[in-house]
């Protein structure tokens, strides 16, 4: 008994990351961020970084040692995410 598959090309999202602290951060969301072939940002102090996001509703890690607040919004098929 076999099966029938269909799959569909995923097209990303935009993804719009300001960092407003005064030291480089770098974030996760899985594996679903894609950023010049890497799934991590690494965003410079009061930096901006435009990347390609595969899920409308991303969960954020921080990948630093020191409390973060990522505060993010779904807006015209692109997500704004603001480090503070």
């Known amino acids: 008994m076999g099966f029938d598959y269909l799959f569909f090309d995923i097209i990303p999202y ?3 990351v300001i960092n407003t ?3 480089e951060v770098k ?3 899985d594996d679903l961020i894609d950023f010049q072939g890497s799934s991590e940002l690494v965003i410079s102090s ?3 970084v435009d ?7 991303p ?9 973060i607040i990522i505060d ?10 603001v480090i503070r």
């Open 14 to 16: 935009d993804l719009y």
């Open 21 to 23: 602290l005064p030291v």
């Open 27 to 29: 974030i996760k969301a």
């Open 46 to 48: 009061t930096d901006t």
């Open 51 to 57: 990347a390609k996001i595969y899920t409308n509703k």
């Open 59 to 67: 969960k954020f890690v921080s990948l630093v040692n020191f409390p």
């Open 72 to 81: 993010w919004e779904f807006k015209d098929n692109a997500i704004y995410v």
